[in-house]
């Protein structure tokens, strides 16, 4: 019997690259995504086509509004950055507060009921936004606490937080996803599509994918507006 792991599935290039990792590495994949009020909501359409292409024993969508404070380009009435107007020494208005710390807690009550320990999630600390929880520091003192914080250590085991891509580049992850057999055409990453899901081509995020794509020397299958 395979190892059952809990995967969060944003719908982008990372996640959707994360969740075939896990698979190719034996474990039976429990997706889960969050409808957490975030612009880029056509996101969420595009991790049920990854979730179903790459063959998951579920996929779970939890609904949390984050709208209801707000403090993100993502979640309340703030304008999406262009890249070039960035300031890359400081975190981004498209930071959500806390969103991987209270995404990692979600996940990790889903694998204490589900029987798994494995905990698979797509952050990277190279070609990322500067994101505090993104960061190796902040996973590792998450593991800990999730352990701590569950039944996990009266009972002597220990929760794995698998971070994959934490060290590859955006073209590594993009290699790595293609000989796995990721189809990133059905993946969205960007953060302020149109209505029609259009990529807008100026964000933070959609220049991380364009460059990585460039860079792997794969064909960009993203829609742009
Ligand atoms: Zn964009």
Redesign the pocket.
Known sequence: MSKKAVVLLSGGLDSATCLAIAGSEGFECYALSFAYGQRNGCELEAARHVAASLGVAAHTLIEIDLRKWGGSALTDNID?PDRKDLDLNSIPVTYVPARNLIFLSLATGYAEALGARDIFIGVNSVDFSGYPDCRPRFIEAFQKCATIGTKAEGEGWSFNIHTPLQTLNKAEIIKRGTALGVDYSLTR?????SKEGF?????D??HLRRAGFAEAGVKDPTPYA
């Open positions: 999406v990453t960007c953060y302020n599509p990529a807008c081509g100026k964000c995020s959609c």
